[in-house]
């Protein structure tokens, strides 16, 4: 059983406001992600992280930025929140090592920006 | 751009009936996997198929990578509610460390 935590699982903020969507996970993983993913769509990477001190911006371009100062700990932040930003936003890590680069996932964020 | 091509879109079905949906891409993958989602939740990881060929069973499912790890097949026998979900199918383009690309998914509904 995969042990990654996200919070809030559900979120409904007005225009403006600064959020933090928490992503936490027990299990020693390295590599960390923040998903976005939008009814029909695909799953579309927006940041990544290879360990402590490291954060990587994914594919797809986005106004919120990541930290990892530990290892266990992935947030996302939002410091002006638009209506453009509503969406679910899925927390995942992997093993670093090895080939199979398996994720995890977290139960998600349901961002509504009114 | 690589993509993964899922079909069907949308799958709804009776209880008990088989199915088979589909990961399609033009690029070669050196591994894929297939996620199913639950409404509300994270996708949760089926199985990971490696060599050309290989054929995987997960109870009634079975999950096979095309010979040219291209494309792949997950078919499930006599398929119950609890089956009911959205299938990814994700792989790992090579050289991304990890970064997988994902499908669209097939939205599958089994009624009792």
């Known amino acids: 059983e995969a042990d990654i935590y996200q919070t809030p699982r559900y979120l409904v903020i007005g225009t403006g406001k600064k959020i933090t969507l928490e992503c936490s996970q027990t299990?020693?993983?390295?590599?960390m992600y923040w998903y976005q993913q939008d009814p029909g769509m695909e799953l579309h990477l927006i940041h990544y992280?290879?360990?402590?001190?490291?954060?990587e911006k994914g594919d797809l371009s986005s106004e919120s930025t990541v930290s990892r100062i530990r290892t266990e700990h992935f947030p996302l932040t939002l410091e002006s929140a638009r209506p453009s930003h509503t969406s679910q936003y899925l927390c995942?890590?992997?093993?670093?090592?090895?080939?199979?680069?398996?994720?995890?996932f977290g139960p998600g964020t349901r961002l509504t920006v009114t | 751009t690589q993509l993964l091509e899922q079909s069907p879109q949308f799958l709804s079905i009776q209880e008990g009936e088989n199915l088979t949906v589909y990961c399609n891409s033009s690029?070669?993958?050196?591994?894929l996997q297939w996620y199913r989602q639950e409404p509300g939740e994270g996708p949760v990881l089926l199985v990971t198929?490696?060599?050309?060929?290989e054929v995987k069973k997960l109870k009634r499912l079975t999950f096979q990578f095309g010979d040219a790890r291209k494309d792949s097949s997950l078919h499930i026998t006599a398929a119950q509610p609890g089956d009911t979900g959205l299938y990814l199918c994700?792989?790992?383009?090579?050289?991304?460390?990890?970064?997988?690309?994902f499908g669209k998914g097939t939205k599958l509904s089994v009624k009792p």
């Open positions: 992280s290879y360990g402590v001190n490291s954060t």
């Open positions: 198929v490696v060599t050309g060929g």
């Open positions: 995942a890590s992997s093993e670093l090592g090895g080939d199979l680069y398996e994720q995890y």
């Open positions: 299990m020693g993983h390295d590599k």
């Open positions: 690029s070669v993958f050196s591994s």
């Open positions: 994700a792989a790992d383009p090579g050289g991304s460390q990890g970064n997988l690309i």
